[in-house]
């Protein structure tokens, strides 16, 4: 559900944009569109580009054809207002920063994967914000008036909204560096953690025998998994894991929580049922 809200707010954020140019096109001037053109066609096909390669690793060649078709066409509809300069402009600004935000998601090593996402999402949407600034700039000038519609603050707020969700949003991952729990060992479990909870959140472990726990942390904060009852604690900073082997010898109900301030009451909390199979 977050994912689909910030892609909700990152469409409006550019949107606002797109419709400025279309609104005041002839007071905005062709240099300007150019600029502009230029500007979100790269800056959109470098973040589309980036995101898509990340989650989705093993298509790289069908994610940096999307991405420039997608920077591309942002290009283009950017600069259809002003002129033909300025559409192919947009075109081969947007193909280009598809084609290099592919490659900057791929060459991103796996533990360093959420921290790059979140430095994209804040260039993408500060770019974002001084292009609203240049566009209402040459507005005042040309009206000589600073009108509601010019002021930057709503789009500001907009932009803030955004990324402070996009920090606390972590993405899971297709990357089998990262999750090796389609290869662990069948005495191994896996317990990802993010902002904030566990996953999974109920976990089923038989008695009296040796199970090794791994907590992989795919968020951007530390996380820690501490099993209420037992002397049971792993930690693990983002982009790592870290493992320790456990032994329930009495079956019951334990409850494992991540003792970071205000992380429990986040809802980082997690059920272990120590039950016969």
Partial sequence: MQSIMLGVVFIVLLSWLILYTYLFKEKLGNMVGMVLAMTLGMVVGLSTGALL?????????????????????????????????????????????????AMLGVMITPEYQNQLLSIMSLLTVGIFFFVYLIQTSELVKAYQRNSFFFQPLPYFLVACFFIYSFHGYSFVLNNEMIDHSSHAPKNELMIHASEYDFGPEQIKIPPNEEVTLTLLNTGLEEHDFEIKGLDYHL???????????????????????????????????????????
């Fill in 53 to 101: 390669a990340i989650l989705y690793p093993t298509f790289i060649f069908e994610v940096t054809i999307i991405s420039m078709l997608i920077g591309g066409f942002i290009g283009v509809i950017s600069g259809y207002p002003f002129s033909l300069v300025a559409i192919l402009d947009g075109l081969m600004s947007g193909i280009m920063g598809g084609m290099m935000g």
């Fill in 235 to 277: 930690h693990a900073k983002p982009g790592t894991s870290n493992s320790q082997r456990v032994v329930f010898e009495k079956p019951g109900i334990y409850e494992a929580i991540c003792t970071l301030p205000g992380h429990k009451e986040a809802g980082m909390v997690a059920t272990i049922l120590v039950i016969d199979s």
